[in-house]
C-alpha cells in the first residue's frame, strides 16, 4: 500500500470490498461469515445482545410506553445489519438453537455462540440497573400465569425464529437470493409483532438471553420465570423448524455445507398451503391481540402491518404469500394462477387459519371484539371503506410482486404491509380496517365464541371479495403490457412455482372479457401511446 499511487490504492479498495461482499454472499448455513475468527464472531454476539437486552431495560425503566416495541425492533435490525456479516446476528439462544437443529455439527459453537448471548444480556441488565438504580421483574401481567406464557412466548419464539430460518438460512431454492437486503427488516419487526401484541401477556421477552438478564438483574423482586420462558422459547424454536423443513422440502438436515439434495426441487402444494396457513395466522392472532387491548394500544396498527410484511418476506417465494382470499381471488382475476383448485385450497387455508388464530386469542385473554360499523356510522361507511382500502391492498400486491419482472426485489414486503397500516389508521374508527375475508371471518368466529353472533364477516367478505376482482380490472388496465405476452410467459405471481401457460380458459379469462367490453378499448389507446 505503500508504493501504490492513489489510483492503485483505491482500485485496492475496491477489490477488497467486491471481496467481502463475495464472502458475505457466501457465508455459512448459520449466518456466520467463514472468513470472520471466532474472536470476531463471539465479540460480535456479544455486542448485538448486550445492544439488544440494554435497550429493552431502558424502554421498560423509562417509560417509552407503546413505542418501545418498535425501538427493540429497530436495536435488533440496525445490529443485525451491522453485525450479520461477521456472526450471523443470532443474539439469541433460541436462534443459534434452532440453527444448530438445521446444520449437523455446528453444536458446539452454536452452544459458545449461546453462552456468549446470555453473557452480553447480563451485562447489559446490570448496566441498565446502574443507570436507573432499579429493575423490573421477569413475570406475566396481572390476571396471566403458566399457560399464557407457555402459549405466547412459545408462538412469538416460533414467529421470531421462523422468520430468521426463512429470510437468512434458506440455501434450498434457486431462486432464493443469497444476498437480499430484506433480512434485517423482516426479522427485526418480528418484536414489533409479538412486542406490542403480546406485551402485555409476559412482557415480550421471545428470547432466553432477555429472560435470563432481566429475571437475574431483579431477583430482589423474586426469581424463577426464567426457566420456564426459557422452556417454551426452546419449544417455539424447535416448532419454527420443524415448520420450515415442512414448507421447504429440501430443507432437511444435510451437511454442515447444506441442505439434503433429495426431495422435490420446489414447494408442493401442501406445503404452500401450510405456508398459506401459517402466514394467515399469524397475521390474525396479531389482529386479535392487539385489537383486544382496546384503544390505548396506539402501535396496534404497526404491529398489525409489520405481522403482514414479516410473513410476506418469509413466506413469499414458498406460496406468493396471499394470506387473504381477497388477494388471491385478484391474483387468479389478473391472470397469474391459472389454477382455481389451487385458488380455493389457498382460500381454505387462509380462512381455517384465520380462525384458529381467533379461538387462539380468545382462549388466551378470554376477550373478543365485533365486526361492524363503529358508533357514527352505517354499513354504507363500511362498505365504502372496506372496499377502498382493501382494493390498495390488492392493488399493492398485484403492482410489486405479481410482475414479470420484479420491480421492488427488496421492498415489495414493506409497500404490502404498510397498505395495512395505511387502511388501518385511515378507517380503523369506521369499520376496524379488517381487509381481509380472513381476518373478518377469523375476528366474527372468535366473537360468537363470546356473543353467539356471527353474520358481519359474511357482508365483509362481499365487499373485500369485491375490491379484489375490481384491483385486477384496475391492474390489467394499468398494466397492458403485462398482459400482451401473457399467454406466451404464464403467471408470474411467485414466480418459478406458480403454474404456467397453457392452462385451460379460467375465470380470469371471463374477467378479462368483461374489463375489455367497459373499457372498450383503453388498453389498447394505452398501448399505442406507449407505441
Keep these: 500500500g505503500t508504493f501504490l499511487s492513489p489510483a492503485g490504492k483505491a482500485c485496492v479498495v475496491l477489490l477488497r470490498r467486491e471481496a467481502t461482499q463475495q464472502v458475505s454472499a457466501l457465508a455459512g448455513p448459520t449466518g456466520a461469515n467463514p472468513m470472520s475468527t471466532s474472536t470476531e464472531r463471539y465479540i460480535s454476539e456479544f455486542v448485538g ?19 418501545a416495541a418498535l425501538s427493540i425492533a429497530s436495536v435488533l435490525m440496525v445490529s443485525i445489519y451491522a453485525l450479520g456479516g461477521v456472526s450471523g446476528g443470532h443474539f439469541n439462544p433460541a436462534v443459534s438453537f434452532a440453527l444448530g437443529l438445521k446444520v449437523p455439527g455446528t453444536w458446539v459453537e452454536m452452544g459458545i455462540y449461546s453462552l456468549v448471548q446470555f453473557v452480553g444480556g447480563l451485562a447489559a441488565a446490570f448496566s441498565y440497573l446502574g443507570v436507573f438504580n432499579q429493575s423490573f421483574n421477569l413475570a406475566p401481567g396481572a390476571g396471566f400465569g403458566f399457560a399464557h406464557v407457555a402459549v405466547v412466548e412459545t408462538l412469538f419464539t ?19 437470493k443469497q444476498d437480499n437486503q430484506f433480512y434485517g427488516l423482516a426479522i427485526g419487526f418480528t418484536i414489533l409483532v409479538g412486542g406490542s401484541a403480546a406485551g402485555f401477556i409476559t412482557g415480550g421477552a421471545f428470547n432466553p438471553a432477555v429472560a435470563l438478564a432481566i429475571d437475574i438483574s431483579s431477583m430482589h423482586l423474586g426469581f424463577g420465570w426464567c426457566a420456564i420462558y426459557i422452556a417454551f422459547q426452546l419449544l417455539g424454536a424447535a416448532i419454527a423448524y420443524g415448520a420450515f423443513v415442512a414448507i421447504r422440502p429440501r ?9 439434503s439434495s433429495s426431495g422435490p426441487q420446489e414447494p408442493t402444494l401442501a406445503s404452500k398451503c401450510i405456508a398459506e396457513f401459517i402466514g394467515t395466522y399469524v397475521l390474525v392472532v396479531t389482529v386479535g391481540l392487539n385489537v383486544v387491548q382496546g384503544g390505548s394500544n396506539v402501535a396496534a396498527v404497526l404491529s398489525i402491518g409489520a405481522a403482514l410484511l414479516v410473513m410476506v ?22 391472470k397469474k394462477m ?7 385450497a389457498y382460500m381454505a387455508s387462509q380462512v381455517f387459519g384465520g380462525v384458529m388464530a381467533g379461538v387462539t386469542y380468545w382462549a388466551i385473554t378470554g376477550k373478543s371484539f365485533p365486526l361492524g360499523p363503529a358508533p357514527g ?37 414493506l409497500a404490502i404491509g404498510f397498505s395495512v397500516v395505511v387502511g388501518g389508521y385511515a378507517i380503523g374508527g369506521i369499520s376496524g380496517g379488517a381487509l381481509n375475508p380472513a381476518v373478518s371471518i377469523g375476528v366474527d368466529f372468535a366473537n360468537f365464541l363470546n356473543t353467539g353472533r356471527f353474520w358481519p364477516s359474511i357482508v365483509y367478505t362481499i365487499i373485500q371479495m369485491a375490491a379484489g376482482v375490481i384491483a385486477a380490472v384496475v391492474f390489467y388496465i394499468t398494466r397492458g403490457a403485462e398482459f400482451e405476452q401473457q399467454k406466451e410467459l404464464g403467471p408470474t405471481y411467485g414466480a418459478t412455482y406458480q403454474e404456467r401457460a397453457n392452462a385451460e380458459p379460467s375465470l380470469a379469462d371471463l374477467v378479462v372479457v368483461l374489463s375489455d367490453g367497459l373499457i372498450g378499448g383503453a ?3 394505452v398501448a399505442e401511446r406507449r407505441g
Design 338 to 344: 391459472n389454477s382455481l383448485g389451487v385458488a380455493g
Design 49 to 67: 445482545t448486550y445492544l439488544l437486552v440494554f435497550t429493552v431495560g431502558c424502554n421498560v425503566l423509562s417509560g417509552s410506553g407503546a413505542f
Design 251 to 259: 430443507e432437511t438436515p444435510g451437511t454442515p455445507d447444506g441442505p
Design 158 to 176: 416460533f414467529v421470531l425464529v421462523f422468520t430468521v430460518l426463512n429470510c437468512a438460512a434458506t440455501v434450498g431454492y434457486e431462486n432464493k
Design 377 to 413: 356510522y352505517g354499513w354504507a361507511s363500511v362498505a365504502a371503506a372496506e372496499f377502498t382500502f382493501t382494493f390498495l391492498l390488492c392493488f399493492v400486491v398485484l403492482s410489486v410482486a405479481c410482475l414479470r419482472k420484479v420491480e421492488l426485489t427488496n421492498f415489495f414486503g
Design 313 to 334: 418476506y418469509s413466506l413469499g417465494d414458498v406460496s406468493g404469500a396471499h394470506f387473504n382470499p381477497a388477494v388471491t381471488v385478484a391474483v387468479v382475476c389478473a
Design 523 to 525: 388498453r389498447s389507446d
